[in-house]
């Protein structure tokens, strides 16, 4: 059975950082392909940050964080990371780590459906 955890949510002042990590445990899931997802209070599910993908450096970022966060392994890669600077109001939300299936057909990509494994999620909070 796959275990997903997620830690280091807080609530932090605009500007500020934060890193959260998922540590993985169980087998059968790809350490090939982990992504952070968020969500906020009446809004969908989206990807933030995947690592895996064919994207340049092997990581993928959503518009409104590149420059500001970044994903990645530790060296036994069962543990990633998302770290993230300069917060801002909007990046309010609980953030999930995910991972697939080491057998999954599904590219790595940020779509929720090429995920199979999920965690219960950490919770951020920016204040302005």
């Known amino acids: 059975q796959v275990q997903l955890m997620e830690s280091g949510g807080d609530s932090v002042q605009a500007g500020g950082s934060l890193r959260l990590a998922c540590a993985a445990s169980g087998h059968g899931y790809s350490k090939n392909c982990m992504g952070w997802f968020r969500q906020a209070p009446g809004q969908e599910r989206e990807a933030v940050a995947i690592?895996?993908?064919?994207?340049?450096?092997?990581?993928w970022y959503t518009d409104s964080v590149k420059g500001r966060f970044s994903i990645y392994q530790d060296g036994a890669r069962n543990t990633v990371y998302l770290q993230m600077h300069s917060l801002e109001p909007e990046d309010t939300a609980m953030y999930y780590c995910a991972t697939q299936r080491d057998d999954s057909i599904w590219e790595c990509t940020p779509k929720l459906g090429a995920f199979n494994y999920w965690g219960q999620g950490t919770q951020v909070t920016v204040s302005s």
């Open positions: 690592l895996g993908t064919t994207a340049i450096g092997g990581a």
